[in-house]
């Protein structure tokens, strides 16, 4: 199947073109017919999947015909990484269109989100909480809304966003078009799919194992040591383009210095920056000015970029999902990609969850030369605080030296 089946608008089909699409993905070849026939959808799809043109096709297909200059489609994102991503995936496929899509978030001026409504925009890409304080101020409007899409549903959840969601819904025409795309389907995203969907079409694409284009491995260590050992790892893979992933935002950010003051170009992605830091970190990790991104799950949301060869889980994920989301940053567009992660004897337990996910043991590995037997310091002298709830509740976490798994030497 090629894109040409969907009979886009020619200026649609332009952007297409210009993008260099040939093929649709498994979730746009089942998305966008019932998308474009004006049904209701609800699309189980993870990250990497090409959900964002799943939705962004039809939805500037089907504005090109009618008014311009007010509000008829509205898509709301969990971060502002995810909104500019989904903003620019607009830009790139609908430049033919001169149809205007506004972002809204936190974090940036809100006069100047207001001035730019006001000239008039046909899309509306938006995080929840802004948009509420958009709606209260009478800056945005939305009475001849069309379509509605709130994609990746579950980071919502997490973030505690769904009571923001039932707030905008009082405010959207209960006439409209719905699309709700999420990478998991907890009984709250249920419930609230069957809120606001009405007869929808079911799409699930790989909801639960990762790519097969990606290598799995395990790297068993002690907390004390997974600095030196990424920075061995780094050294002896030669990686391209790497994602580290921290439980923490004061985690990354230490993680990130180390590997400048090792010499990498790297930054970090948290929470604490400013939106223009967090973009500049973006930017430069998709051009390549950095070659390394450190990076907490939810400020790693909305990173789009397809030629990532390593992700390193430098602290274990809380969920099997979590790991899902994290991994299939790479091995993208029918590349291959390695997902390295460091584990302590406490990720134990997590790691048999991974492992039924794959369907299959993962290998663990230790790195040839690295000297796992260096002790731990009496106190720690590479974060100023331990994060978890261990440390937190003031105790603290011994971790092991080093374990058998009959570990294949790297």
Request: one cysteine or more; glycine letters at 8%; charged letters at 25%.
């Amino acid at each position: 199947m090629e894109f040409q089946k969907f009979n886009f608008h020619p200026n649609v089909a332009a952007g297409v073109k210009a993008a260099g699409y040939a093929t649709p993905t498994p979730i746009q070849a089942q998305a966008i017919p019932p998308v474009m026939e004006g049904r209701d959808v609800m699309g189980l799809a993870q990250t990497g999947t090409g959900k964002t043109a799943a939705f962004v096709l039809p939805v500037l297909d089907r504005l090109m015909q009618g008014p311009r200059g007010h509000v008829r489609a509205l898509v709301i994102a969990p971060t502002r990484e995810l909104a500019e991503q989904i903003h620019q995936t607009v830009r790139s496929l609908g430049k033919d269109t001169r149809l205007h899509s506004v972002t809204v978030y936190g974090g940036v001026s809100f006069n100047l989100q207001a001035e730019k409504l006001k000239r008039g925009a046909e899309i509306v890409i938006a995080c929840p909480g802004r948009l509420l304080d958009h709606i209260t101020q009478r800056t945005v409007r939305l009475p001849e809304l069309e379509m509605l899409v709130l994609d990746e549903a579950d980071r919502m959840f997490d973030m505690g966003f769904l009571p923001d969601i039932r707030k905008i819904m009082k405010h959207v025409p209960a006439k409209r078009q719905t699309l709700l795309f999420s990478a998991t389907m907890p009984d709250d995203i249920r419930r609230l799919a069957h809120e606001i969907l009405r007869e929808p079409v079911t799409i699930q694409i790989d909801h639960t194992a990762p790519a097969d284009t990606v290598a799995h491995a395990l790297y068993p260590v002690g907390q004390h040591l997974k600095t030196p050992l990424l920075l061995d790892l780094l050294r002896q893979t030669g990686s391209g383009s790497v994602l580290v992933f921290t439980r923490t935002k004061h985690r990354a950010k230490r993680v990130a210095d180390q590997l400048l003051r090792a010499g990498y170009r790297s930054a970090s992605l948290q929470g604490n920056l400013s939106q223009n830091r967090r973009q500049a970190a973006l930017n430069g990790f998709r051009t390549g000015a950095y070659q390394i991104l450190v990076a907490t799950d939810i400020a790693a949301r909305g990173i789009d970029v397809s030629s990532i060869s390593h992700v390193i889980n430098y602290d274990m994920p809380d969920t099997t999902d979590a790991y899902t989301h994290r991994i299939g940053r790479t091995g993208r567009a029918s590349r291959t990609g390695d997902a390295f992660t460091f584990v302590t004897r406490e990720d134990e337990t997590m790691v048999r969850s991974i492992e039924r996910v794959l369907g299959e043991k993962v290998e663990r590995r230790l790195l040839e030369g690295f000297d796992y037997k260096k002790p731990e310091p009496h106190r720690d002298t590479e974060f100023a605080r331990q994060p978890g709830p261990s440390h937190r509740s003031g105790k603290r976490v011994s971790e092991p030296k080093v374990w058998s798994f009959g570990g294949k030497r790297r």
